[in-house]
């Protein structure tokens, strides 16, 4: 993926967002220029549109003021309670229309502002579920856990949970996101 973000890069974009907001996936309905994902916060009415452009109108990949304000009918015509706009990179005016129209936005150089305690639990929340399925428990303490001995780890799981403890640690919010997506991943495969 190197510095691009590809149309996969932007859909795990919204998966993380999801999984540290803790939506759950209501609907998801794909059109030709990307993904709308409908989710509400856990334990809630509330209805949140999350619209992944994956392909945009204009041939350098930066998604203008049209589609931002496609979202906007959409938001009102539907009566969404909150919307996301997620793609690779926004034009300046784009990204003024979403402040004004209340619309949150991610892209590759713009994330929501997550706190490293709250990825951290986020991403704890999938070590334990990813624990039990594995290996069905989830270790109390380090040493109940059997994916690390004699230096060496037989266990993913266990090997990015070591990473984003050290991540946590230092503050590192970026590779924290990045163990996260790891977890997603795994989460994902694990599902299918």
Same mark, same amino acid.
């Given at each position: 993926?190197?510095?691009?973000?590809?149309?996969?890069?932007?859909?795990?974009?919204?998966?993380?967002?999801?999984?540290? +907001?803790d939506?759950?996936?209501e609907e998801e309905q794909r059109w030709e220029k990307?993904?709308?994902?409908?989710?509400?916060?856990?334990?809630?009415?509330?209805?949140?549109?999350m619209r992944v452009i994956t392909k945009p109108s204009s041939k350098s990949g930066v998604i203008g003021t049209?589609?931002?304000?496609?979202?906007?009918? +959409?938001?009102?015509?539907?009566?969404?309670d909150k919307g996301f706009l997620i793609g690779k990179r926004f034009t300046k005016d784009a990204r003024d229309v979403m402040i004004q129209e209340?619309?949150?936005?991610?892209?590759?150089?713009?994330m929501p502002p997550f706190e490293p305690q709250r990825l951290y639990v986020t991403i704890h929340n999938h070590i334990n579920r990813l624990c039990r399925a594995k290996c069905g428990h989830a270790p109390k303490e380090?040493?109940?856990?059997k994916g690390y001995s004699d230096g060496h780890y037989s266990c993913k799981i266990r090997l990015?949970?070591?990473?984003?403890?050290?991540?946590?640690?230092?503050?590192w919010v970026n590779l924290l996101q990045n163990d996260l997506k790891q977890f997603l991943t795994i989460d994902k495969s694990a599902s299918n």
């Open positions: 993926m190197g510095n691009e973000l590809t149309g996969e890069g932007v859909v795990e974009m919204a998966e993380l967002i999801m999984a540290v +907001e939506y759950e996936r990307g993904i709308d994902i409908i989710a509400s916060p856990f334990k809630s009415d509330d209805k949140i549109l049209t589609a931002v304000r496609e979202m906007g009918e +959409e938001l009102e015509r539907k009566d969404y209340g619309i949150e936005m991610a892209s590759k150089k713009i380090e040493s109940d856990c990015i949970s070591d990473n984003a403890q050290f991540h946590l640690e230092r503050g």
